[in-house]
Protein backbone atom coordinates (compact mmCIF):
# COMPACT_ATOMS: atom_id res chain seq x y z
CA UNK A 1 0.00 0.00 0.00
CA UNK A 2 1.15 3.55 -0.76
CA UNK A 3 0.66 5.87 2.50
CA UNK A 4 1.44 9.65 2.38
CA UNK A 5 2.47 10.54 6.28
CA UNK A 6 2.61 14.72 6.74
CA UNK A 7 4.31 15.35 9.95
CA UNK A 8 6.07 12.62 9.07
CA UNK A 9 9.67 13.56 11.02
CA UNK A 10 7.81 13.93 14.38
CA UNK A 11 7.44 11.69 17.30
CA UNK A 12 4.27 9.86 15.91
CA UNK A 13 5.57 9.60 12.20
CA UNK A 14 8.81 8.53 13.14
CA UNK A 15 6.67 5.60 14.79
CA UNK A 16 4.24 5.11 12.44
CA UNK A 17 7.70 4.86 9.51
CA UNK A 18 9.27 2.20 11.59
CA UNK A 19 5.98 0.15 11.69
CA UNK A 20 4.44 0.20 8.65
CA UNK A 21 7.94 -0.11 6.66
CA UNK A 22 8.66 -3.27 7.96
CA UNK A 23 5.07 -4.27 7.05
CA UNK A 24 6.01 -3.64 3.36
CA UNK A 25 4.10 -0.56 2.73
CA UNK A 26 5.67 2.46 0.23
CA UNK A 27 5.99 5.45 2.43
CA UNK A 28 6.04 9.15 1.35
CA UNK A 29 6.17 12.03 4.00
CA UNK A 30 5.94 15.53 3.94
CA UNK A 31 7.75 17.73 6.21
CA UNK A 32 8.79 21.06 6.87
CA UNK A 33 12.19 20.36 9.05
CA UNK A 34 15.36 19.96 6.79
CA UNK A 35 17.69 18.45 9.59
CA UNK A 36 15.01 15.83 10.60
CA UNK A 37 14.59 14.50 6.85
CA UNK A 38 18.41 14.04 6.26
CA UNK A 39 18.51 11.85 9.52
CA UNK A 40 15.61 10.32 8.15
CA UNK A 41 17.55 9.74 4.93
CA UNK A 42 20.31 7.83 6.40
CA UNK A 43 17.53 5.60 8.12
CA UNK A 44 15.08 4.88 6.12
CA UNK A 45 16.60 5.12 2.27
CA UNK A 46 13.45 4.00 0.94
CA UNK A 47 11.07 6.70 2.32
CA UNK A 48 9.93 9.43 -0.29
CA UNK A 49 10.50 12.90 0.84
CA UNK A 50 9.00 16.43 0.45
CA UNK A 51 10.07 19.02 2.06
CA UNK A 52 6.84 21.41 2.09
CA UNK A 53 5.32 23.65 4.42
CA UNK A 54 1.66 22.39 4.32
CA UNK A 55 0.31 26.22 5.42
CA UNK A 56 2.19 27.67 2.09
CA UNK A 57 -0.08 28.05 -0.20
CA UNK A 58 2.53 28.64 -2.98
CA UNK A 59 3.27 24.67 -2.72
CA UNK A 60 0.05 23.24 -4.01
CA UNK A 61 2.00 22.35 -6.89
CA UNK A 62 4.12 19.70 -5.12
CA UNK A 63 1.41 18.88 -2.50
CA UNK A 64 -0.50 17.70 -6.06
CA UNK A 65 2.50 15.62 -6.65
CA UNK A 66 2.94 13.73 -3.87
CA UNK A 67 -0.93 12.85 -3.15
CA UNK A 68 -0.82 11.09 -6.48
CA UNK A 69 -0.55 7.77 -6.52
CA UNK A 70 -1.16 7.34 -2.80
CA UNK A 71 -3.74 4.79 -1.38
CA UNK A 72 -3.71 6.64 2.24
CA UNK A 73 -3.16 9.42 4.20
CA UNK A 74 -2.14 10.02 7.50
CA UNK A 75 -2.35 13.60 8.41
CA UNK A 76 -0.46 14.05 11.68
CA UNK A 77 1.27 17.68 10.57
CA UNK A 78 0.50 20.60 13.16
CA UNK A 79 1.72 22.68 15.90
CA UNK A 80 0.53 21.17 19.06
CA UNK A 81 2.49 23.44 21.76
CA UNK A 82 -0.55 24.34 23.71
CA UNK A 83 1.07 27.65 26.06
CA UNK A 84 2.61 29.10 22.68
CA UNK A 85 -0.23 28.85 20.52
CA UNK A 86 -1.76 31.89 22.74
CA UNK A 87 1.66 33.88 22.29
CA UNK A 88 2.14 33.01 18.84
CA UNK A 89 -1.81 32.06 17.01
CA UNK A 90 -0.53 32.42 13.16
CA UNK A 91 1.51 29.26 12.74
CA UNK A 92 -1.74 27.63 14.32
CA UNK A 93 -3.59 28.76 11.58
CA UNK A 94 -1.28 28.19 8.60
CA UNK A 95 -0.48 24.72 9.87
CA UNK A 96 -2.87 23.28 11.51
CA UNK A 97 -5.96 25.07 9.87
CA UNK A 98 -4.70 25.79 5.74
CA UNK A 99 -2.35 23.22 6.27
CA UNK A 100 -5.09 20.90 6.58
CA UNK A 101 -7.38 22.71 4.15
CA UNK A 102 -5.19 22.59 1.18
CA UNK A 103 -3.97 18.62 2.01
CA UNK A 104 -7.62 17.68 1.71
CA UNK A 105 -8.35 19.98 -1.23
CA UNK A 106 -5.35 18.39 -3.29
CA UNK A 107 -6.39 15.07 -1.94
CA UNK A 108 -10.24 15.45 -2.77
CA UNK A 109 -8.37 16.92 -6.48
CA UNK A 110 -6.56 13.64 -7.39
CA UNK A 111 -8.87 10.94 -5.40
CA UNK A 112 -12.25 12.38 -6.08
CA UNK A 113 -13.05 12.47 -2.17
CA UNK A 114 -11.01 11.84 1.06
CA UNK A 115 -12.40 8.77 2.43
CA UNK A 116 -9.02 7.71 2.67
CA UNK A 117 -7.66 10.45 4.44
CA UNK A 118 -7.02 10.24 8.29
CA UNK A 119 -6.43 13.55 10.18
CA UNK A 120 -4.82 12.56 13.83
CA UNK A 121 -6.27 15.16 16.66
CA UNK A 122 -6.54 15.43 20.34
CA UNK A 123 -8.48 15.93 23.04
CA UNK A 124 -8.26 19.34 23.44
CA UNK A 125 -10.28 19.76 20.47
CA UNK A 126 -13.80 19.58 22.98
CA UNK A 127 -14.81 22.83 24.06
CA UNK A 128 -11.70 24.15 23.09
CA UNK A 129 -10.26 26.73 25.80
CA UNK A 130 -7.03 27.27 23.42
CA UNK A 131 -5.74 28.35 20.19
CA UNK A 132 -4.55 24.89 19.68
CA UNK A 133 -7.41 23.07 20.62
CA UNK A 134 -9.25 25.27 18.48
CA UNK A 135 -7.11 24.59 15.36
CA UNK A 136 -7.68 21.10 15.75
CA UNK A 137 -11.16 21.60 15.88
CA UNK A 138 -11.62 23.27 12.77
CA UNK A 139 -8.92 20.95 11.32
CA UNK A 140 -11.54 17.71 12.30
CA UNK A 141 -14.43 19.86 10.95
CA UNK A 142 -12.65 20.43 7.54
CA UNK A 143 -11.95 16.85 7.10
CA UNK A 144 -15.42 16.06 7.87
CA UNK A 145 -17.12 18.43 5.54
CA UNK A 146 -19.79 17.02 3.78
CA UNK A 147 -18.21 15.99 -0.48
CA UNK A 148 -14.61 15.46 1.37
CA UNK A 149 -15.46 13.14 4.32
CA UNK A 150 -12.25 11.86 5.88
CA UNK A 151 -12.12 10.59 9.05
CA UNK A 152 -10.87 11.75 12.37
CA UNK A 153 -8.66 9.98 15.02
CA UNK A 154 -8.73 11.55 18.08
CA UNK A 155 -6.97 11.05 21.25
CA UNK A 156 -4.73 12.11 24.47
CA UNK A 157 -1.24 12.43 25.30
CA UNK A 158 1.62 10.15 23.88
CA UNK A 159 3.97 9.66 26.64
CA UNK A 160 7.36 10.64 25.77
CA UNK A 161 6.34 12.55 22.32
CA UNK A 162 7.59 15.73 21.56
CA UNK A 163 5.97 19.08 23.05
CA UNK A 164 4.34 16.91 25.92
CA UNK A 165 4.24 18.20 29.43
CA UNK A 166 6.15 15.16 30.35
CA UNK A 167 9.12 16.28 27.79
CA UNK A 168 8.95 20.02 29.56
CA UNK A 169 9.32 18.78 32.85
CA UNK A 170 12.07 16.02 31.49
CA UNK A 171 13.98 19.29 30.43
CA UNK A 172 13.79 21.28 33.53
CA UNK A 173 14.44 18.30 35.93
CA UNK A 174 18.00 18.05 33.49
CA UNK A 175 18.37 21.74 34.07
CA UNK A 176 18.11 21.05 37.52
CA UNK A 177 15.28 23.41 38.27
CA UNK A 178 11.85 22.21 39.79
CA UNK A 179 8.74 20.77 37.19
CA UNK A 180 5.93 23.31 36.39
CA UNK A 181 2.74 22.25 38.05
CA UNK A 182 0.14 23.82 35.85
CA UNK A 183 -3.00 24.90 37.73
CA UNK A 184 -6.52 26.39 36.66
CA UNK A 185 -7.77 29.40 36.90
CA UNK A 186 -9.70 30.34 39.14
CA UNK A 187 -11.00 26.82 39.91
CA UNK A 188 -7.73 25.76 41.50
CA UNK A 189 -8.24 22.64 40.14
CA UNK A 190 -5.07 20.40 38.40
CA UNK A 191 -6.00 19.40 34.67
CA UNK A 192 -6.43 15.37 33.58
CA UNK A 193 -4.46 14.11 30.93
CA UNK A 194 -5.65 11.07 28.74
CA UNK A 195 -2.27 8.53 28.53
CA UNK A 196 -1.34 6.17 25.96
CA UNK A 197 2.09 4.93 24.87
CA UNK A 198 3.57 5.42 21.28
CA UNK A 199 2.78 1.86 20.62
CA UNK A 200 -0.54 2.22 21.10
CA UNK A 201 -0.77 5.32 19.14
CA UNK A 202 0.36 3.50 16.41
CA UNK A 203 -1.90 0.63 16.80
CA UNK A 204 -4.56 2.88 17.11
CA UNK A 205 -4.11 4.38 13.48
CA UNK A 206 -3.87 1.52 11.72
CA UNK A 207 -7.03 0.79 13.49
CA UNK A 208 -8.60 3.19 12.34
CA UNK A 209 -7.14 2.77 8.67
CA UNK A 210 -8.29 -1.28 8.83
CA UNK A 211 -11.62 0.38 9.21
CA UNK A 212 -11.64 2.59 7.24
CA UNK A 213 -10.49 -0.19 4.29
CA UNK A 214 -13.70 -1.09 5.10
CA UNK A 215 -15.66 1.30 4.36
CA UNK A 216 -16.35 2.32 7.78
CA UNK A 217 -15.23 6.22 8.04
CA UNK A 218 -15.51 8.46 10.41
CA UNK A 219 -14.55 9.65 14.48
CA UNK A 220 -12.58 7.48 15.86
CA UNK A 221 -12.20 7.23 19.75
CA UNK A 222 -10.15 4.87 21.76
CA UNK A 223 -12.75 3.84 24.16
CA UNK A 224 -10.55 3.02 27.29
CA UNK A 225 -7.82 5.53 27.91
CA UNK A 226 -6.33 5.98 31.34
CA UNK A 227 -6.40 9.35 32.78
CA UNK A 228 -4.27 11.03 35.60
CA UNK A 229 -4.61 14.17 37.32
CA UNK A 230 -0.57 16.16 36.40
CA UNK A 231 -0.05 16.63 40.00
CA UNK A 232 -0.98 12.98 40.51
CA UNK A 233 2.22 12.30 37.79
CA UNK A 234 4.15 15.51 39.31
CA UNK A 235 4.02 13.87 43.00
CA UNK A 236 5.08 9.84 41.65
CA UNK A 237 7.94 11.35 40.03
CA UNK A 238 9.40 12.48 43.55
CA UNK A 239 10.89 15.53 42.02
CA UNK A 240 10.85 19.26 43.28
CA UNK A 241 7.50 20.75 41.70
CA UNK A 242 6.47 24.43 41.58
CA UNK A 243 2.49 25.08 40.71
CA UNK A 244 1.91 27.92 38.33
CA UNK A 245 -0.95 29.32 36.50
CA UNK A 246 -1.86 28.13 33.04
Excluded at 14 to 38: C, F, M, N, Y
Amino acid sequence: MNILITGGTGSLGLALIGKLSKEGHQLTVISKDEHRQSAMRQSFSGVKLYMLDLGNAGVYRQLLDAVEGQDFCIHAAANKIVGGSEYQPFPYLYTNILGTLYLIQAWKQVHGDCKNLLFISSDKQISALNTYGISKAMGSSLVRAPGYDGSVLRYGNVVGSNGSFLSAWKRQANMGQPIKVKQGQPSGEFPTRFFLTMEGAVELVEAAISLMTKGEGGVFLPPNLPAFSIMDVAEATRLRYQVTGI
